[in-house]
């Protein structure tokens, strides 16, 4: 999954060939690397496909790595932040919207 991609760093790849029990534990492997070639392949077919990702890989870092270690620390961060982001994108585009109806129905002088 991680390998023979040019914009994965091999050392990302050498950290999980060095815990073979990862795929004895995690059953549907997620990582940034894959994600990334999946949006350059166009293989995304909405935002939620992303979104289902990125929480799945999420979701295998805090089950694989014991919690308070700095890897399970760092998953939930990071899962913090992208929720963060996606709920500002929310309201935002929301806000957009309400003010772009507002201009339509409003009468000008």
Do not use: W
């Amino acid at each position: 999954m991680l390998q023979g991609l040019s914009y994965c760093p091999s050392q990302l790849s050498k950290v999980v060939d060095l815990e073979s029990s990862y795929f004895d534990i995690i059953k549907d492997p997620m990582d940034l690397c894959t994600m990334g070639a999946k949006l350059e392949d166009g293989m995304y077919k909405d935002r939620f496909a992303f979104q289902d990702d990125f929480r799945l890989m999420v979701s295998n870092a805090k089950r694989y790595n014991v919690p308070g270690s700095f890897a399970h620390n760092e998953a939930i961060a990071l899962e913090t932040f992208f929720e963060k982001c996606l709920c500002y994108t929310y309201l935002m585009t929301k806000f957009a919207l309400m003010l772009s109806q507002y201009g339509q129905s409003s009468t000008r002088p």
